[in-house]
């Protein structure tokens, strides 16, 4: 079977950090861009941050931008995001999404996680 898993999300002040993980099963990863994209109660979902296969090319949305880090480790099959200067604005679920390649609609990725939630508060 076929999965994505995220890890890592939880509750942490504003300013604070926290690294989400997304773990593949079934698959390898090398051969995919990873994008991860967030969903807030009442909100549109958000294309986040993007890495290609090779992790030669990285994309963020301006809103996390110099403050979201994504990175790889394809020995370990897994995708990292490094968010610090976390903002209330940043409460959401997030998910990490796999295609050949990045895309900044959720509908141009074949594979999808279930989510971690990410709350951001004092």
């Known amino acids: 079977q076929l999965q994505l898993v995220e890890s890592g999300g939880g509750l942490v002040q504003p300013g604070g950090s926290l690294r989400l993980s997304c773990a593949a099963s079934?698959?390898?990863?090398?051969?995919?861009?990873i994008g991860w994209f967030r969903q807030a109660p009442g909100k549109e979902r958000e294309g986040v941050s993007c890495?290609?296969?090779?992790?030669?090319?990285?994309n963020y949305a301006d809103s996390v931008k110099g403050r979201f880090t994504i990175s790889r480790d394809n020995a370990k099959n897994m995708v990292y995001l490094q968010m610090n200067s976390l903002k209330r604005e940043d409460t959401a679920v997030y998910y990490c999404?796999?295609?050949?390649?990045?895309?900044?609609?959720?509908?141009?990725?074949?594979?999808w996680g279930q989510g971690t939630q990410v709350t951001v508060s004092s």
């Open positions: 999404l796999a295609a050949i390649y990045c895309s900044g609609y959720a509908e141009g990725y074949d594979y």
């Open positions: 079934g698959f390898t990863l090398d051969y995919y861009a």
């Open positions: 890495i290609s296969s090779s992790g030669g090319t990285t």
